[in-house]
């Protein structure tokens, strides 16, 4: 089973996803008022297509909501996944 965190460091504008204690993904920001502009997110190459990216934007997502903010993607990576979580509800 994999234990998935996701730390949250706003002094950094940065969400870091870590499975199983190591690092796995990171989405940087910009924050606008009450909006964070999702700008970047990288996975390592070798963790790519495994499904971390998506783990990522989810995680990333709940935590902005349980924060009580919004987000407005600008990352292209960020935009395809929310595209497809719509496409699914």
């Known amino acids: 089973m994999k234990n998935i965190e996701l730390i949250h460091e706003p002094n950094h504008s ?15 920001y910009n924050k ?28 990333t997502i709940a935590a902005i909501q349980q924060l009580g903010y919004s987000y407005e993607a600008q990352c292209s990576y960020i935009k395809y996944r929310l595209s497809q979580q719509n496409k699914q509800s």
């Open 14 to 28: 940065l969400f870091i996803l870590e499975i199983n204690t190591v690092f796995s993904g990171k989405i940087e």
């Open 32 to 59: 606008k008022g009450k909006t964070l502009l999702l700008n970047h997110s990288e996975i390592p190459p070798s963790l790519r297509h495994q499904g971390i990216g998506k783990i990522l934007v989810d995680e």
